[in-house]
């Protein structure tokens, strides 16, 4: 079956613009995450949606990111006033609950540039 | 502060050696470790995964062993072949997302 995808697979901005970056989880998956992974730091974790629950947005590093998800299902990553070192690849992983030691499956992520 | 320490950032190993990757975790409330493999330009995904009741869990040529009391955690990958050069990542869950380490790129030399 169709796996996470994301869109767009590249996005180059400009400092100080807002971007919006997409995600479409597995079908049925009820959990949603959104991952940072900067050059030399690993994964890491910015917020995530279980059900209709609030968000846990611990990760988020302003607040100038935000996210929402919409009937469940797909998930929009805003990212205000974008700059330079919010360049990274953003990833979206869904998996059918939040902890558990459920598989968290990842989207090819998408890659940010800020100029 | 980290809470999930990976060590060595990059690994060479020719093919058919043994390939260790290490990890050391500090929140006692982790129960869950699995390790992920990145190609470039995919996400990650799941390779093989443990929890601290066990202190070894064999797949195919992926072992993970674990020593809950020194709260450390390795991958080591068997007959290593050029097929696995990647990035690894091993990560600890508690109960809600994922906490990675800082990644392991392993290249195997044929």
């Known amino acids: 079956g169709a796996g996470v995808s994301q869109s767009p697979s590249n996005k180059v901005t400009e400092k100080g613009k807002d971007v919006e970056l997409r995600c479409d989880p597995i079908s049925g998956h009820t959990a949603l995450y959104w991952y940072r992974q900067s050059l030399g730091q690993g994964l890491e974790f910015l917020i995530y949606?279980?059900?209709?629950?609030?968000?846990?947005k611990s990760g988020l590093p302003s607040d100038r990111f935000s996210a929402e998800r919409t009937g469940g299902s797909v998930s929009t990553l805003t990212i205000q006033r974008t700059q330079q070192e919010d360049s990274a690849v953003y990833l979206c992983a869904s998996s059918l609950a939040v902890g558990g030691g459920y598989e968290q499956y990842f989207g090819p992520g998408t890659r940010l540039t800020v100029t | 502060q980290q809470q999930v320490k990976q060590s060595p950032q990059s690994l060479i190993v020719q093919k058919g050696g043994i390939s260790i990757i290490n990890c050391a975790y500090e929140?006692?409330?982790?129960?869950?470790f699995p390790w992920y493999q990145q190609f470039p330009g995919k996400g990650p995904a799941l390779l093989i995964a443990?929890?601290?009741?066990?202190s070894e869990k064999k797949e195919g040529r992926f072992t993970i062993s674990f020593n809950k009391s020194a709260k450390q955690f390795s991958l080591h990958i068997m007959d290593s072949q050029p097929g696995d050069s990647a990035t690894y990542f091993c990560?600890?869950?508690?109960?809600?997302?994922?906490?990675f380490g800082k990644g392991t790129t392993l290249s195997v030399s044929s």
């Open positions: 990560a600890a869950e508690g109960g809600t997302a994922l906490i």
């Open positions: 443990i929890r601290p009741d066990v």
């Open positions: 949606f279980q059900g209709n629950s609030a968000p846990d």
């Open positions: 929140n006692t409330a982790f129960d869950y």
